[in-house]
């Protein structure tokens, strides 16, 4: 068998087994697999005005996982993300808020307050780098940790500087004046301009780590810091570039989430992103010609699963069952594969 | 216990590690298992202890046949290895590590384990703290603790691989004591090696491997010339001394002192000159390694002054030495010298000169090709740097190094390396010496290299620095007793 068609294989089974899984989940919830999947398949791609809803959940996917491709790179597991997300809506609002009576164009303040939004990410990330690389915090910890503070942070910018007139809500804070969205497609919540972001940095990651020093560099440091520092590659200095480039594409993140999606700063602004562009890069196995086709898919089956409790009477959380059961099912035949080349390996030699 | 080996074949992959190798050893006595490196002894010995299982053939004890599926069905028939690395768990103590593979019980009879492990050690002369934690301790120490185990584990033939690599010459020497006694005591004893030398001293008969095959065996008294042969399929010989006209002063080391939690080494005045070869020798952990790291800005020195190719590089990082044109090579290729999982083109463009921002595939991808061909590399570009044999491994890392370099530091360049493949690589630094004026400084446990390749060579004693001996000036006995610390003028020797 020639390797292509052999992960080919591997792959397919992987998906049988996360099916046989989550259908099995869901027989013992007295659901109807087939039912279930045709509804998620159907509240996806079943119209165009829900596969516009897809891709603006795709782009703040894409975004995150591009940025955790970088982390990963290095060696390092940004479990931060979430955080820099949030950060990124923070900035993002921060600017609006401070530009939003000016006279400046709203097409100008726009573009800062993304810009504020990537640097709040950034600047979390580089908070995680500097606990990880100069104080010995393990960036698990740390960025874990970060998370929680961010959450903090978005709670009391909400309902205390922050909070609408009269009183504050979960629901956020003042949604703000039409000229400062994103400009979206008449009819749909898709912006353009929020898709592009998130292509042009999934093409810049994939070039990144693909064809230049830089991305070679930082994979010698993520698999051996010490050879990599003999072979003269100043390896604090890529650590911390690996962390402030991820939490930017994380805060890119966010910055699209308040300008093109929710127009205000929500306490679940991150909208769990980070944990699934985690997942996202496990499953495909850290490689970024996979992230944009595979954060589609996982894109999808968030908005698929929306209409679930309505028409079956499910929880939504379906999609999560099922995500999570890819990741693992991936992994295992990962593993299983690892064993059979070995064997088949052997095999062949024997002849 | 009498073993036999009844054709025994080993793949891996497409290498046939181990090719119908047939083998009978007697008890009570040692045997020598010769080779190069990559001839298949590691793998046989591996296949004996249970680690690995053959692909074909039969292991007979005493002439019934056995079945082993692990290391640990090998110790219930009383086969225990030593492997080149020492197998143990450096966090713990020396008890523990003792104690693990006890294999019956729930409670673990501590006192009982102490006071074995003190006898045994006792017996053979090994001072083995029960107490201390195995990280502390030297190979040589942590291979006595291994000895002691296998032994209360009721190990009835016991098998060292490589013993001798990385001890001192105090350590070799209780280490063959224990090895005489212990064949005495009808133990059967497997000794693996690529050390002429060693085995004619220790070995009762040799057996050599040659690329899988067993291609001979021989008794005392030795004919070297002829094991040489069966080893190599022809005679090697190191050549003439050959030394690389002297030029300017490149590295100048002014009254140095060098400190690390375990040793000290201070006022150390040193010349080195373009072209010329150092030679660092002494026991394993004396200072040696200090030394050399002090000199690429690894470890920054508590006193005196570094100069390079006439500046003043005292305490500065390691990447200022290397834009001067040092560099280091260490003797832990996989932890320290290369990237597993990127392959030889990859270690290529990483160590080469880096032109803009954008990699030049097809540039790097004939740069490559080119230094397999002239590094003799066994290896194609895109093959991961792990998954080459541990020779062409050290052949990849003397291929990243840039041409032009002033100063190269390199920690054991040939340890691990066969014969032929140590001669090579000299060959190749000399003609740096020779055509690119590059100056050496190097360490290795090999008195024989270091007096035949070296123009001057330092000796350290627990952190002492000799005075520079011309390498033509001197021979092993007396390198080997000022190692020992004879001659040295100090206030250790002066008490008994």
Known sequence: ???????????????????????????????????????????????????????????????????????????????????????????????????????????????????????????????????KVFGGVNEIFGGLGLDFVAVALTLWLIFGPWKRPGIGSMSGTEPFPKELWLPTIPGSRLSLWALFIGLVSIAIVYFLLSGTYFGLKLKAVGKNPRAAYLLGIPTTRYLMMAFVLSGLFAGLAGAVQVTAVYHRLIPAISSGYGWLGLMVSMLINFQPAWAAPVTFFFAALNIGSIQLPIVLKLDSSLSGVLQGALVLSFLLMGGVRQRWLKKHQQEASDD | MEIELRHIHKYFGPVHANDDITLTIPSGSIQGLLGENGAGKSTLMKILSGYLRPDAGEIRINGSPIEMHSPADAIRFGIGMLHQDPMDFPPMRVLDNFMVGYPEGLLLPREEARQALLDLSAQF?????????????????????????????????????????????????????????????????????????????????????????????AKPPYDLDALVEMMFGKVVT?????????????LQLKNLAVESHRIRIAGVNLEVREGEVIGLAGMEGSGQRQLLRACAGLIRPVEGEIWVDGHNLTGKPYHDFMRHGVAYVPAARLEEGLVPNLTLLEHMILADEQRGLIIDRQAALDLTKERIKTFNIRGRPHSTIESLSGGNQQRALLALLRPGLRLLLMEHPTRGLDMESAIWVWQTLKRRCREEKTAIFFMSSDLEEILHYSDRILVFFSGQVSEPIPATETDIEQLGQLIGGRGFNTPEEATP
């Not at chain 2, 291994?146 to 033939?157: F, H, S």
């Open chain 1, 1 to 131: 068998m020639k390797p292509r068609w052999e992960n080919l294989a591997f792959a397919t089974a992987a998906v049988f087994v996360a099916l046989a899984f989550t259908s099995l989940v869901l027989v013992t919830a007295g659901a109807s697999p087939f039912e279930a999947y045709w509804y998620m398949l159907k509240g996806s791609l079943g119209s165009w005005s829900k596969i516009s809803d897809v891709l603006v959940a795709w782009v703040p996917l894409l975004l995150a996982t591009a940025g955790l491709l970088i982390t990963f790179a290095a060696g390092l597991w940004n479990i931060g993300v979430e955080g820099q997300i949030v950060l990124g809506g923070i900035f993002t609002t921060w600017v609006l808020r401070l530009l939003q009576d000016s006279t400046l164009s709203p097409a100008f303040i726009l573009i800062l307050a993304i810009a504020a939004g990537a640097l709040g990410g950034a600047l979390w990330a580089a908070l995680a780098g500097v606990l």
């Open chain 2, 238 to 250: 190191k050549g003439e001394r050959v030394s690389a006209p002297l030029g300017k002063p490149v």
């Open chain 2, 125 to 217: 002369g090994f001072s083995l703290d029960p107490d201390a934690y195995v990280e502390s301790l030297t190979v040589g120490e942590r291979q006595q603790l291994e000895i002691v185990r296998l032994l209360w584990l009721g190990a009835q033939v016991l098998i060292f691989d490589e013993p001798t690599t990385g001890i001192s010459a105090q350590q070799k020497e209780k280490l063959f004591a224990a090895l005489h006694r212990l064949a005495d005591e009808g133990k059967t004893i497997i000794f693996v090696t690529h050390k002429l030398e060693e085995v004619e001293i220790l070995c009762d008969q040799v057996a050599v491997l040659r690329a899988g095959k067993l291609v001979g065996e």
